[in-house]
């Protein structure tokens, strides 16, 4: 199972930028797919999920500004990142867990936001 994400950069405050994860060996149609954040000297959180039915969730703070979306046809997920912040300059991951139960196993590599003030 690989999990690799891109589209990740630098952009100043207010800006937007369009993460994807491209997942490959496993029937990604059967997963719940989420996107997590890790920023310098603080634990790993919760940004926004998919089940694999297409249901939406996300943390209180992207709320309105991150949309999450899945093409289970292109094995991708995306999150399209708007009115970015300094705050939400981390590396972000995406995770994959099987939609019968379970943990998020699957992880990417992750790839670096950066928001400039």
């Known amino acids: 199972v690989q999990l690799v994400e891109s589209g990740g950069g630098s952009v100043q405050a207010g800006g937007s930028l369009r993460l994807s994860c491209a997942a490959s060996?496993?029937?990604?149609?059967?997963?719940?797919v989420a996107w997590f954040r890790q920023a310098p000297g603080k634990e790993r959180e919760f940004v926004a999920s998919?089940?694999?039915?297409?249901?939406?969730d996300y943390t209180d703070s992207v709320k309105g500004r991150f949309t999450i979306s899945r093409d289970n046809a292109k094995n991708a997920v995306y999150l399209q990142m708007s009115s970015l912040k300094p705050e939400d300059t981390a590396v972000y991951y995406c995770?994959?867990?099987?939609?019968?139960?379970?943990?998020?196993?699957?992880w990417g590599q992750g790839t670096q936001v950066t928001v400039s003030s």
């Open positions: 995770g994959a867990r099987p939609y019968v139960g379970g943990t998020y196993s699957y």
């Open positions: 998919i089940t694999y039915s297409g249901n939406m």
């Open positions: 060996g496993l029937t990604f149609s059967r997963y719940h």
